[in-house]
């Protein structure tokens, strides 16, 4: 069911926040956050994704970002996809403690919705805002790389390696490239 939170100007910059099912920590393992990082950097360099700011939480992803080529809920929906059926093939390959648990959530998660799918990682929904002024960009970018400090796990932004502080403080590049922003 959609919350009136879409994407309507495909090509305009956005504040999206991809969530796993259930909030489940996901990316609490290596394994899935380079799966996360690996397929951002392809949207970057192969479908025209523009990143402006992200950061990789356990059970969250936010960005802000547009698109340069391709509709961006087609890029956001592939990058889903992609990186649901990767984490999907990880946890059943890879030494995971709770891979029972994650795959019946997930798994559990798919027979709520007939959309054909063996699992279901992610939400449906992605919350996006579209970034209308520079305040608002500005209200969201401290936000996102906020949030690992509100979570407790650095004192500073730039401290937490999974987000885009580092490079835009510091300008000391991160795990992927990040844009500066202008309307």
Known sequence: MSSGYQIDDQ???YFITPTIVDWVDLFSRQVYRDIIIDSLKYCIEQKGLVVYGYVLMTNHLHLIVRSQSVKLSRTIQDFKKFTASSMIDAIKTEPESRKDWLLH???WNATLHQRGSDHQVWTHENHAEAIFSEK???QK????HNNPVRAGWVEHPEEY???SAKALLKGIP???PVNTWGL
């Open 161 to 163: 390696i999974y987000s």
């Open 11 to 13: 090509y305009g910059t």
């Open 105 to 107: 959530r997930f798994q």
């Open 136 to 138: 608002f960009f500005n």
């Open 174 to 176: 991160g795990k992927l």
């Open 141 to 144: 970018l401290n936000y996102i």
